[in-house]
T-cell receptor, first 115, second 114 residues
Framework: AQTVTQSQPEMSVQEAETVTLSCTYD???????LFWYKQPPSRQMILVIR??????QNATENRFSVNFQKAAKSFSLKISDSQLGDTAMYFCAFMNGGSQGNLIFGKGTKLSVKP | DSGVTQTPKHLITATGQRVTLRCSPR?????VYWYQQSLDQGLQFLIQYYNGEERAKGNILERFSAQQFPDLHSELNLSSLELGDSALYFCASSVGKDFNYGYTFGSGTRLTVV
């Protein structure tokens, strides 16, 4: 069974600085997708970024980028120029390419951006 | 507003009772997913429906059931409620059967069992 591990329960960063959130996963599949979701205090789950396992190029969305290391089964999220609105829980998630589409989530990392 | 509507937003009920959570997917989306978020178990997949039919089942208890209606809205029924069922229940929707672009979540229903 696939598992997703986020080893940092909590992190903090100063506004305008850069922070990296870690995620590792375990799978024997070759076709899969990885996601980072953000859950602010409003509870809404918001998709931040998505990576296809067969693509070597790391995904980027504005200030958010990933470092995808397929051999190491690592999928970290880098947030540049951190903003107060980035304060949230961040969840790493895995989706098997051959599955019906259900996501397997890590336990999350609580990120606090300090002014 | 994500386009996925969940009602009610909050629900408080007693142990042993039965409740129904409702989800209206985003317009045009055929798949509905239910997730449970609790402090001890984290986010767990419960069940998926596609165009009215059950497509995948996760860690859903036998006391829980769901269905998707012809108008594509879905209901999650929780019965014989226990204190441990207190959680945030999310619904999400996507266009296809296994949409790997990541689907859209609703804002959740907070269930408190007392």
């Amino acid at each position: 069974a696939q598992t997703v591990t986020q080893s940092q329960p909590e992190m903090s960063v100063q506004e305008a600085e850069t922070v990296t959130l870690s995620c590792t996963y375990d799978t024997s599949e070759s076709n899969y997708y990885l996601f980072w979701y953000k859950q602010p205090p409003s509870r809404q789950m918001i998709l931040v970024i998505r990576q296809e396992a067969y693509k070597q190029q790391n995904a980027t969305e504005n200030r958010f980028s990933v470092n995808f290391q397929k051999a190491a089964k690592s999928f970290s999220l880098k947030i540049s120029d951190s903003q107060l609105g980035d304060t949230a829980m961040y969840f790493c998630a895995f989706m098997n390419g051959g599955s019906q589409g259900n996501l397997i989530f890590g336990k999350g990392t609580k990120l606090s951006v300090k002014p | 507003d994500s386009g996925v509507t969940q009602t009610p937003k909050h629900l408080i009920t007693a142990t042993g009772q039965r409740v129904t959570l409702r989800c209206s997917p985003r317009s045009g989306d055929l798949s509905v997913y239910w997730y449970q978020q609790s402090l001890d178990q984290g986010l767990q997949f419960l069940i998926q429906y596609y165009n009215g039919e059950e497509r995948a089942k996760g860690n859903i208890l036998e006391r829980f059931s769901a269905q998707q209606f012809p108008d594509l809205h879905s209901e999650l029924n929780l019965s014989s409620l226990e204190l441990g069922d207190s959680a945030l229940y999310f619904c999400a929707s996507s266009v296809g059967k296994d949409f790997n672009y990541g689907y859209t979540f609703g804002s959740g229903t907070r269930l408190t069992v007392v």
